[in-house]
């Protein structure tokens, strides 16, 4: 009687406990269900949908080595999971526990059929508690009460064989998703990226290399300095017990990169807390602030046309490559919250459908940070003042990689161009000065307070 491996944001075999536990029983029939339909709003975007394909694509390839393979099918996950399991007789679907609302409604809805797992955090979030029982709010304290239950499980070796059933179930073709864009084929600057377990260790072993000066780097865009691992841990092609293993040194750039795998369990420790978080403010009084209905506005910022160097960098940057780098995500996000005054929200809906690295945790809880009115996060009234980080991080060369139009614009200018007089005539003006920007957010801010 063989038994189901549920994948999902686990794409791999290294450090999978599920596939571990059902290789452990005899036959196993790993199947992967493309649900459009539980997740409702929060449909995987199209970034995302792409690099699915491929990380599909190297799951089944490494699943053929060790003599099985990867069952596709489509429709809401705990009914197929479940057609899937009475054709095939097996009473046992194995899965590694994810957080998000949806994923939470499908386990439920598989009932004593499921054997869950955990494999996907450093520890799980609902096990990190606070004196009184409940979920942690704020990171520092979460950071506090991880740290010490500190390190993680020794990471658990690949199967070396796994078991085939006497008969396979049936499979969707993968071309048949139509995952990949057509015309226009947005997705050509994508080949920076290496979908797969292959390609998130190629990262870490890069990485490694890198670690040390991560501290100081990650906050400059023009350099290097970040892991790239994100789209690899969001769609579980690695674990975060894998990284914290690897990375062995003590230096500050390790101690650095640790706090950043714990943020991500402490955005799933919130979302298990708060399911709805990615829609709703942290902070109530929040409601009562009047967003800006801006269009043109919102477009003008999607598409890297503000007239400031350094948001239109990071926006365009995350058109071309389905990512931005970090720090600048941070003055983009600002800028569209705060200079702007346009809904929170209108940013995160874009990044999740831009992102290959979009995850229902870190992008709400990252959104509201930044905004204000998440529940830990920053004051409203802390605004980003985008010319002054990017001349402070040093983003001339970034600038000048993802702005074609300003390549020509010395170092000295091209933070702000036009208030240096050297704006090209095809680079817009700003669609905003920032005193003005700043003094009416401040305004909004002092209305919900």
């Not at 452990?24 to 459009?36: F, N, S």
Request: with cysteine; aromatic share 10%.
């Amino acid at each position: 009687m063989p038994a189901l491996v549920w994948f999902r944001q686990d794409l791999r075999l290294h450090d999978h406990p599920a596939l571990i536990a059902a290789a452990a029983e005899g036959e196993v029939i790993p199947v992967y269900v493309l649900d459009d339909e539980g997740p409702g709003a929060w449909r995987i975007g199209a970034a995302q949908r792409w690099w699915l394909h491929h990380s599909l694509s190297a799951l089944d390839a490494s699943l053929r080595e060790i003599g099985s393979r990867l069952i596709l099918r489509r429709g809401r996950a705990a009914t197929v999971m479940r057609e899937v399991a009475e054709a095939c007789g097996a009473e046992a679907v194995h899965a590694i526990r994810h957080y998000e609302p949806w994923w939470r409604e499908a386990e439920e809805a598989l009932g004593e059929r499921l054997c869950s797992h955990e494999g996907n955090h450093l520890r799980p979030p609902e096990s990190v508690r606070t004196g009184g029982g409940g979920q942690f709010r704020m990171f520092s304290a979460f950071y506090r009460a991880l740290s010490a239950m500190m390190p993680p499980e020794t990471p658990i070796d690949a199967p070396k064989h796994i078991k085939a059933p006497e008969q396979w179930p049936k499979s969707d073709a993968l071309a048949d998703w139509d995952l990949l864009p057509t015309k226009p084929d947005w997705a050509t600057g994508f080949n920076v990226w290496t979908p797969g377990e292959a390609g998130a260790q190629t990262a870490l072993d890069d990485f490694e290399h890198a670690v040390d000066a991560y501290e100081e780097a990650r906050n400059l865009p023009a350099v290097e300095g970040t892991s790239r691992l994100s789209p690899h841990l969001h769609h579980g092609e690695i674990s975060p017990r894998q990284i914290w293993e690897a990375l062995t040194s003590r230096g500050a750039g390790v101690e650095s990169f640790r706090r950043e795998l714990a943020w991500r369990d402490f955005t799933s420790g919130l979302i298990l807390a708060l399911p709805d978080y990615a829609d709703r403010n942290g902070r109530p009084r929040f409601d009562r602030l009047k967003w800006r209905h801006a269009p043109s506005d919102l477009k003008a910022w999607q598409q890297g046309r503000t007239g400031y160097p350094i948001v239109d960098a990071g926006m365009r940057q995350l058109w071309e490559t389905g990512w931005m780098h970090n720090r600048v995500r941070m003055i983009a996000a600002s800028f569209l919250v705060k200079h702007l005054l346009i809904n929170w929200r209108d940013g995160e809906r874009w990044f999740w459908d831009t992102l290959v690295d979009a995850d229902y945790g870190n992008n709400s809880v990252n959104w509201q940070w930044v905004a204000g009115t998440g529940i830990d996060a920053n004051m409203f009234g802390r605004i980003m003042a985008p010319l002054s980080q990017s001349a402070k991080f040093d983003a001339a060369e970034y600038i000048r990689e993802w702005v074609p139009e300003l390549r020509n614009v010395s170092d000295a200018a091209i933070h702000d161009p036009e208030e240096s007089g050297c704006r090209p005539s095809g680079y817009p003006r700003k669609i905003i000065g920032h005193r003005d920007a700043r003094e009416r957010a401040l305004a909004a801010g002092r209305q919900v307070r």
